[in-house]
């Protein structure tokens, strides 16, 4: 079960049984709270309603549901499972880089009952956030209860991640590019393997539950002229704008909370309820996920002010919520945000030009997944999410073009992720060491082994092949006749290619330095976490190392050099 292929499929299908089940009860705690508390299915979609529980309250019950919900969550959280706080996602992430997929066990129960309240109560997240850790936290805990080593942990907590969003929103693909992307980051094939039979066993109990339909419900829409691509163009590049806007916001709103209040913990939810409170007064369509809201805006239902109000309001209403520690996703509000843009957008764009412009509840379709990528940076599971949640295949290319160029604006503002800069904040790089790591935090001029002896760019195959079969590495450097720097020549490549013969045919490589690749650049004043990254993804078992202008070479680094930084173990 440890170690055997067959072990890591029971493994992921157990774990992706178990998050199935796990989303069946999660919503179904959402929807409970959600009718206790507001007494409708769904509040935001109900107006300016009162509570029939409640009559006598008229509308202003929504002042006491957040203070309500505040004073059950807050000290369950506060008590059992500190991590459940916030939108979860960054917390998994954390355990796969640098915790070994480990993950508290409490935070399962924890999670679900702590944002199935935050939510009911008024709470303006989304359901992605908690189900990722719920389905994480599941995972680490089997892998815990098995055995399994951190390389097995890590891909088991990216399968409950994957099981939780497939059958969550029945979407099978965008659970398993999610667990990938995001969680993992990166598309090994066993990582693949495993991913994808979690999200197929979640999304299977899924659909059982809730049916195979999508998410949401919209009309077939279609690109009727091609002058709409620029506009789907423009759309993204604001759409990353905005994505990077609302973390910024997000995180400025937690801060201002962070400052003002001075009390104990457990009681920050329910006494920052009450500002949420006088916001749901105001616009009751920032109440809970809010996808009523969401789809009455890409069905075309509201004007453009009424649009770029509630996009406002949905964020400050989520930064409010995470800020006053309430427990929920960011995703959902992101997809929401997304939506009053791009409808917005349309509206706009349909007056000025009506002839060309096409449906409005196209751009908001665009305009949901160009968000998220602005926010998420997550280009892949953006466009396969949308594609998922709304069953529309139909403006896949707009859909693809806005996503990409918000993700290129989003890089070009912001280093961090609307998951990355919450732990950035808190003092933590994933790609760097953890705290109180022994290796990692030297530089590579640290632990430089000498350079071999390069090999000349002129050499023949067999030559090559000879001085590589000699190499303790594997791999060489190779320079031209002027002492250049031209990459490595590994000796997977030069048996390649002497297994498809050289010949002399026209174009096929003879040489060494024809065959030359570079690596990814090492230099001597980088930190040794970083090199080994590279070392890892790197072919052979050295890489060259230059100096600080990327220019000359003065060393070498191998795992056994890293290793040397320990220095000599301590005398028993």
Same mark, same amino acid.
């Given at each position: 079960m440890r170690e055997a292929p067959w072990g890591l499929t029971v493994l992921a299908l157990l774990i992706g049984t178990g998050a199935g089940l796990g989303s069946i009860a999660f919503r179904w705690l959402i929807q409970t709270f959600t009718r206790l508390f507001s007494g409708h299915a769904d509040y935001a979609g109900a107006g300016h309603a009162a509570n029939p529980h409640v009559p006598w309250l008229g509308v202003y019950f929504v002042l006491l549901t957040p203070v309500i919900g505040g004073l059950l969550y807050g000290p369950l959280v506060d008590r059992f499972a500190k991590e459940a706080r916030g939108h979860g996602v960054p917390e998994v992430m954390l355990a796969v880089a640098q915790r070994g997929g480990r993950i508290n066990p409490n935070v399962s129960v924890v999670k679900a009952?702590?944002?199935?309240?935050c939510i009911g109560s008024g709470g303006s997240v989304g359901r992605e956030g908690p189900i990722v850790q719920i389905g994480s936290a599941l995972g680490s805990t089997l892998g815990r209860f098995v055995k399994v080593g951190e390389g097995r942990m890590r891909l088991l907590v990216a399968c409950g991640a994957a099981g939780g969003i497939a059958a969550t929103f029945n979407a099978p693909l965008a659970g398993v590019f999610f667990a990938m992307e995001l969680i993992l980051g990166d598309f090994a094939v066993e990582s693949f393997g495993a991913v994808v039979i979690a999200s197929v066993a979640a999304s299977v109990i899924g659909r059982a539950a809730f049916g195979d339909t999508a998410?949401?419900?919209?009309?077939?829409?279609?690109?009727?002229?091609?002058?709409?691509?620029?506009?789907?163009?423009?759309?993204?590049?604001?759409?990353?704008?905005?994505?990077?806007?609302?973390?910024?916001?997000?995180?400025?709103?937690?801060? *201002?909370?962070?400052?003002?209040?001075?009390?104990?913990?457990?009681?920050?939810?329910?006494?920052?309820?009450?500002?949420?409170?006088?916001?749901?007064?105001?616009?009751?369509?920032?109440?809970?996920?809010?996808?009523?809201?969401?789809?009455?805006?890409?069905?075309?239902?509201?004007?453009?002010?009424?649009?770029?109000?509630?996009?406002?309001?949905?964020?400050?209403?989520?930064?409010?919520?995470?800020?006053?520690?309430?427990?929920?996703?960011?995703?959902?509000?992101?997809?929401?945000?997304?939506?009053?843009?791009?409808?917005?957008?349309?509206t706009a764009v349909h007056g000025l030009v009506p002839g060309t412009a096409g449906a409005v509840g196209a751009y908001a379709l665009v305009g949901m997944g160009a968000v998220f990528a602005g926010a998420s940076r997550a280009p892949i599971t953006a466009v396969?999410?949308?594609?998922e949640l709304t069953g529309q295949y139909t403006i896949i290319l707009p859909l693809m073009l806005a996503i990409v160029a918000a993700t290129l604006v989003s890089r070009l503002l912001s280093r961090d992720t609307v998951y990355t800069l919450k732990l950035r904040r808190r003092g933590i790089?994933?790609? *760097?060491?953890?705290?109180?790591?022994?290796?990692?935090?030297?530089?590579?001029?640290?632990?430089?082994?000498?350079?071999?002896?390069?090999?000349?760019?002129?050499?023949?195959l067999t030559e090559a092949a000879y001085r590589l079969s000699m190499s303790d590495h594997g791999v060489l450097p190779v320079m031209d006749s002027d002492g250049r720097y031209l990459g490595t020549?590994?000796?997977?490549?030069?048996?390649?290619?002497?297994?498809?013969?050289?010949?002399?045919?026209?174009?096929?490589?003879?040489?060494?330095?024809?065959?030359?690749?570079?690596?990814?650049?090492?230099?001597?004043?980088?930190?040794?976490?970083?090199?080994?990254?590279?070392?890892?993804?790197?072919?052979?078992?050295?890489?060259?190392?230059?100096?600080?202008?990327?220019?000359?070479?003065?060393?070498?680094?191998?795992?056994?050099? *890293?290793?040397?930084?320990?220095?000599?173990?301590?005398?028993?």
């Open positions: 009952l702590a944002s199935a309240l998410f949401l419900t919209l009309p077939a829409f279609h690109i009727d002229h091609v002058a709409q691509y620029p506009l789907f163009a423009l759309l993204g590049i604001t759409a990353g704008a905005v994505g990077v806007g609302f973390t910024r916001i997000l995180y400025l709103i937690e801060d *201002a909370c962070d400052w003002a209040w001075r009390g104990p913990e457990w009681l920050r939810p329910a006494a920052g309820g009450i500002l949420l409170g006088v916001l749901l007064l105001v616009l009751p369509e920032m109440y809970g996920v809010g996808y009523p809201v969401l789809q009455n805006a890409a069905q075309g239902q509201y004007v453009a002010g009424f649009l770029l109000l509630l996009l406002v309001g949905k964020i400050l209403a989520t930064s409010l919520t995470i800020g006053i520690g309430g427990s929920g996703g960011v995703f959902a509000p992101s997809l929401f945000i997304g939506a009053m843009l791009g409808a917005a957008y349309g396969v999410i949308l594609f790089d994933l790609h *760097a060491p953890a705290a109180g790591a022994r290796l990692g935090s030297q530089t590579v001029a640290t632990v430089l082994e000498d350079l071999p002896d390069p090999m000349p760019a002129a050499t023949g020549l590994t000796a997977r490549t030069v048996a390649e290619a002497l297994a498809e013969g050289t010949g002399g045919e026209p174009g096929v490589p003879s040489t060494a330095g024809e065959l030359a690749e570079f690596p990814g650049p090492v230099t001597v004043d980088m930190s040794l976490a970083t090199a080994l990254h590279v070392l890892v993804a790197a072919p052979g078992t050295g890489l060259p190392v230059l100096d600080q202008d990327h220019t000359q070479l003065v060393g070498w680094l191998t795992h056994q050099s *890293a290793l040397r930084a320990l220095g000599p173990p301590s005398p028993a």
